[in-house]
Nanobody, 125 residues
């Protein structure tokens, strides 16, 4: 069973950095595509970044391109989101998600089968 656990959120000043981690306690998602989404108060959940099961393909929302980097650990059991040059508009709850990697679109929450509980990221101005 896939159980995703996020960590690494917190409070940071604008311009700072945070690194989010997502681990699968069941060690089963090594062949899954992984995504990061975020949801700010009063807004819909939105795509942030995704990575293929092999780590060979990555995808980013335009709003984070050049500032955020998604990667997988060597055993592919952990996924990271390195967030640099953070802005107040990045403030949200960040969620890790997983789905079998059959290709297709990585951008839509409905494509993902498994979700973590979320971790809060707050960027102060």
């Amino acid at each position: 069973q896939v159980q995703l656990v996020e960590s690494g959120g917190g409070l940071v000043q604008a311009g700072g950095s945070l690194r989010l981690s997502c681990a699968d306690s069941g060690r089963t998602f090594s062949t899954y595509a992984m995504g990061w989404f975020r949801q700010a108060p009063g807004k819909e959940r939105e795509f942030v970044a995704a990575i293929s099961w092999s780590g060979g393909k990555t995808y980013y929302a335009d709003s984070v391109k050049g500032r955020f980097t998604i990667s997988r650990g060597n055993a592919k059991a952990t996924v990271y989101l390195q967030m640099n040059s953070l802005k107040p508009e990045d403030t949200a709850v960040y969620y890790c998600a997983a789905r079998p990697d059959y290709g297709g679109s990585y951008y839509y929450p409905a494509e993902y089968n498994y979700w973590g509980q979320g971790t809060q990221v707050t960027v102060s101005s």
